[in-house]
């Protein structure tokens, strides 16, 4: 055996990973994490009272979701067991239940932690309902998806989820001098690389740990500038799964900063999607929808230049068509806005509802028949071309239902005429009422 450990360039005694031998031996020793673990904090006051409640971890990987509950089962003295959810089973779940009823019975509680719970069936989630409610084991779960989601809500309602926030910069930088600390040396880095390798973690511990020891295993005689770094070093691809929730949290990220005239928050969520590797022509409907809905009518020719983004980026494609996608994302978030039409749409909408089948009033039904003459079809018509200036102001609602007014433009860029024009013929048309 040991000579195969040799001819792969290893001893049997070959270190763990830096991050695995940097694990927290204590809750107060795990970073980032305080809003949970500090004094007064949820998962802090159920360790210091040593009795614990069946939880969800969710937050990003590398933020401590594994190590939080090793260090409460062994703060509050329960027996760890842990299951994954990508490599175990039924027959794994019936093992891990009849080992903490035997525990149980022998007066030992049992913590059972399961990574990536998320990928259990609904089926398989409902078999930790009877072991979870009666207190045979008490469930941590582990996800980087959002439970409501992908949880059962059964199960949901016998946990409390908690949120674990990605690491922060501050946290990152302790977590490189912990590293170096425990290496005895510093890594060979200018402040500004320093700072980069940092960035390149992308708020995940464990993956700025498993940076830290391929620079220290490489080793340098002089410190390496940003350009070295990005050498040395791979640059990961950020954090985006086109079909799970990050792909809605940043296209509502996108519509808002539009939303909100903000064109520089507006193109760095583009980019990021884009850098994710998001479908630009999604990008391009969503697009069109934000100049429908937000803009409307105060920048008309906004939806019109949506629509002209859209085909250049079929006519171009990647990526040079997505200059196009950046121009309407600016057009759009400095455009004047109002959601004049898309409120008024959904009240007509609201309206024709409540209404059914109301028949339009008779002068201004078509009298295509003798029969529909005899009716009084068309009979009264005003024809506004010939009414002074343009407007009769004959109602056109149905007979028996009361004018409603669904459409109440802002006042913003072309809005402004409109407003004043409505405003002109609501007079107009109360007058000739009178």
């Known amino acids: 055996m040991a000579d195969l450990f040799e001819a792969a360039g290893l001893t049997p005694q070959q270190p763990s990973p830096l991050a695995d031998r940097l694990r927290p031996q204590q809750l107060d020793e795990v970073v980032g994490q305080d809003h949970l673990l500090g004094a007064d904090g949820p998962i802090g006051r159920m360790a210091q ?67 990536e719970i998320h990928r259990f069936n609904r089926a398989q989630q409902d078999g930790f309902l009877p072991f979870v409610e009666e207190g045979t084991v008490t469930l941590v779960g582990a996800t980087t998806e959002n439970p409501s989601f992908e949880l059962n809500g059964a199960l949901l309602s016998r946990c409390q989820v908690y949120v674990l926030k990605r690491l922060d910069d501050e946290a990152l930088h302790a977590l490189l001098e912990k590293a170096e600390a425990h290496e005895g040396r510093a890594l060979a880095l200018e402040p500004d690389a320093r700072a980069a390798l ?59 900063s539009i939303r909100g005239s903000d064109p520089d928050a507006a193109l760095y969520w583009l980019a990021r999607m884009l850098a994710g590797g998001e479908d630009p022509l999604f990008l391009a409907r969503r697009l069109v929808r934000a100049a429908a809905e937000d803009i409307g009518e105060a920048d008309p020719m906004s939806l019109v230049l949506a629509n002209a983004a859209k085909d250049t980026y079929d006519f171009l494609g990647s990526p040079e068509g997505e200059i196009a996608l950046a121009q309407l994302v600016v057009h759009l978030a400095c455009a004047p806005k109002s959601n004049a039409v898309y409120a008024a749409y959904g009240a007509a909408m609201k309206a024709a509802r409540e209404t059914g089948s109301l028949m339009p009033p008779a002068h201004i039904r078509n009298p295509t028949t003798r029969l529909m003459r005899d009716l009084g079809y068309g009979k009264g018509y005003a024809y506004d071309h010939d009414a002074p200036e343009g407007f009769s102001g004959q109602n056109y609602f149905p007979d028996g239902m009361e004018r409603r007014t669904f459409y109440k433009p802002k006042g913003e860029g072309s809005e402004a005429r409109i407003k004043e024009r409505l405003e002109r013929w609501a007079g107009m048309r109360a007058d000739r009422k009178t």
């Open 49 to 115: 009272a040593r009795r614990l409640s069946s939880m969800i971890l969710w937050g990003p990987p590398g933020t401590g979701k594994t190590t939080i509950a090793r260090l409460l089962a062994k703060s509050a003295g329960y027996e760890f067991q842990q299951l994954s959810a990508v490599f175990s089973g039924v027959a794994d779940l019936k093992k891990a239940f009849e080992a903490a009823k035997m525990r149980r019975a022998a007066g030992q509680a049992t913590l059972l932690f399961v990574d």
């Open 198 to 256: 940092v960035a390149l973690a992308d708020g995940d511990g464990r993956y700025l740990l498993t940076l830290a020891e391929t620079l220290l295993n490489i080793g340098s005689a002089l410190p390496l500038s940003t350009k070295d770094l990005g050498q040395v070093l791979q640059k990961r691809s950020p954090a985006y799964d086109k079909d799970r929730e990050e792909h809605y949290n940043l296209i509502s990220a996108l519509h808002k």
